[in-house]
């Protein structure tokens, strides 16, 4: 029901800045962003609900940053400090009734993914 359309994936050299972005058709309690790498599983990055309460993963705390325009319906993602680590395919994630930590583990709709590389 809820269509997702991100964009903002590049290739990048390490230590620089990426900002993603991902746009809802509609209203949603709660948005987030996964990533997967060949071989890995997927993990939730960030999440964020209407009162703009976040969460993060552990790996990523004090280089990303997440916000949402409610008004808009615009998911983003800053990513500063970039690592060959964080080379993966980023997915966003959104639901029309659960919580910031439901949009952190699992939700109801699903974008496409944009892919983030870095490397030298």
């Known amino acids: 029901q809820v269509k997702l359309v991100e964009s903002g994936g590049d290739s990048v050299q390490p230590g620089g800045s990426l900002r993603l972005s991902c746009a809802a058709s509609?209203?949603?309690?709660?948005m987030g962003w996964f990533r997967q790498s060949p071989g890995k599983e997927r993990e939730g990055v960030a999440s964020?609900?209407?009162?703009?309460?976040?969460t993060y993963a552990d790996s990523v705390k004090g280089r990303f940053t997440v916000s949402k325009d409610n008004a808009k319906n615009i998911l983003y993602l800053q990513m500063n400090n970039l690592e060959l680590e964080d080379t993966a395919m980023y997915y966003c994630?959104?639901?029309?009734?659960?919580?910031?930590?439901?949009?952190?583990?699992?939700?109801?709709?699903w974008g496409q993914g944009t892919q983030v590389t870095v490397s030298s």
């Open positions: 994630a959104a639901d029309k009734y659960g919580d910031v930590w439901y949009c952190f583990y699992d939700a109801g709709y």
């Open positions: 509609e209203d949603t309690t709660c």
């Open positions: 964020i609900d209407n009162e703009g309460l976040t």
